[in-house]
């Protein structure tokens, strides 16, 4: 296997591990354990990455808008989230802006293969990003303030449509 194929597979399967770390890792009280996982692979991937300026403005851009998107869900008493800044100052926690920024670490590579297909980032954004807030849910590092049904069908446009947004803006990015 050659290096860009390992670090494809590395880069993919990083972001599945700190994510469900940090799922875990709030469920149970341990809010840190997934964010230093997750900024020790943000190190790692740039120290490897050759473009970092472009990678470093895109992983600030999904900051923001994960930023702006959960505050949303949470001011809006769609969901509770569990963490030490939320339960002491009423914010989104840590932890949920750090898989926002490590998403962002996998658009250029790992998922590549969504970048610019936008008709498929709407498609998938409605199917899936709403099932990762039902198993944070059930894991217990969520709470959904209505049933799950309803949280889905929310969810669903509202993920379709960022979705859209986060591919359209990685591909603006990039072209820079």
Same mark, same amino acid.
């Given at each position: 296997?050659?290096?860009?194929?390992?670090?494809?597979?590395? %880069?993919?399967?990083?972001?599945? +591990?700190?994510?469900? +770390?940090?799922?875990?890792?709030?469920? %149970?009280? %341990?809010?840190?354990?997934?964010? /230093?996982? #997750?900024? *020790?692979?943000? $190190?790692?991937?740039?120290? /490897?990455?050759? @473009?970092?300026?472009?990678?470093?403005?895109?992983?600030?851009?999904? =900051?923001?808008?994960?930023?702006?998107?959960?505050?949303?869900?949470?001011?809006?008493?769609?969901?509770?989230?569990?963490?030490? /800044? *939320?339960?002491?100052?009423?914010?989104?926690?840590?932890?949920?802006?750090?898989?926002? #920024?490590?998403?962002?670490?996998? +658009?250029?590579?790992?998922?590549?293969?969504?970048?610019?297909?936008?008709? !498929?980032? /709407?498609?998938?954004?409605? !199917?899936? #990003?709403?099932?990762?807030? &039902?198993?944070?849910?059930? =894991?217990?590092?969520?709470?959904? @303030?209505?049933?799950?049904?309803?949280?889905?069908? $929310?969810?669903?446009?509202?993920?379709?449509?960022?979705? &859209?947004?986060?591919?359209?803006?990685? +591909?603006? =990015? %990039?072209?820079?």
């Amino acid at each position: 296997m050659e290096k860009n194929r390992i670090f494809l597979l590395f %880069n993919g399967s990083s972001l599945y +591990v700190y994510w469900w +770390v940090s799922f875990w890792g709030a469920s %149970n009280n %341990n809010f840190y354990i997934g964010p /230093v996982l #997750a900024i *020790t692979y943000f $190190v790692f991937h740039f120290c /490897v990455i050759s @473009n970092k300026k472009k990678e470093l403005h895109y992983m600030l851009f999904c =900051i923001l808008f994960g930023l702006f998107l959960e505050s949303l869900f949470y001011y809006t008493s769609f969901l509770d989230y569990r963490g030490i /800044v *939320t339960q002491k100052y009423s914010i989104i926690p840590f932890w949920i802006l750090i898989l926002w #920024a490590g998403y962002s670490l996998t +658009v250029f590579h790992s998922f590549r293969w969504i970048y610019g297909r936008y008709y !498929l980032s /709407v498609i998938l954004g409605g !199917l899936f #990003a709403p099932l990762i807030y &039902l198993s944070g849910h059930r =894991i217990g590092c969520i709470i959904l @303030n209505y049933d799950i049904l309803i949280s889905y069908l $929310v969810l669903a446009p509202i993920w379709s449509l960022s979705f &859209l947004l986060l591919n359209y803006f990685s +591909v603006r =990015i %990039n072209e820079k």
